[in-house]
């Protein structure tokens, strides 16, 4: 069970990392790049869908890593 975690805990820091890195600054980042669909009604949907998708990914990170500490105890 615990290398189960521990092999999650790694995709989800990989995953945390990827996406805060596409996070604009200045509109620079992924909502800037001009790869938003015409369906999605342009860069602003784009970005707040990222950071929903940031936020969920990094409960999910927070609550792994609960877990793995409970699980090493």
Excluded: C
Excluded at 7 to 33: A, K, W
Excluded at 45 to 63: D, P, S, W, Y
Aim: aromatic share 8%; hydrophobic share 55%; charged share 10%.
């Amino acid at each position: 069970m615990l290398q189960l975690f521990a092999v999650i805990h790694v995709i989800l820091s990989i995953s945390v990392v990827g996406l805060i890195l596409m996070h604009s600054g200045r509109d620079t980042g992924f909502g800037g790049m001009g790869f938003t669909p015409a369906s999605q009604g342009g860069t602003h949907i784009v970005e707040r869908n990222l950071t929903r998708l940031t936020v969920v990914v990094g409960i999910l990170f927070f609550a792994n890593t609960i877990a793995l500490f409970h699980l090493l105890k």
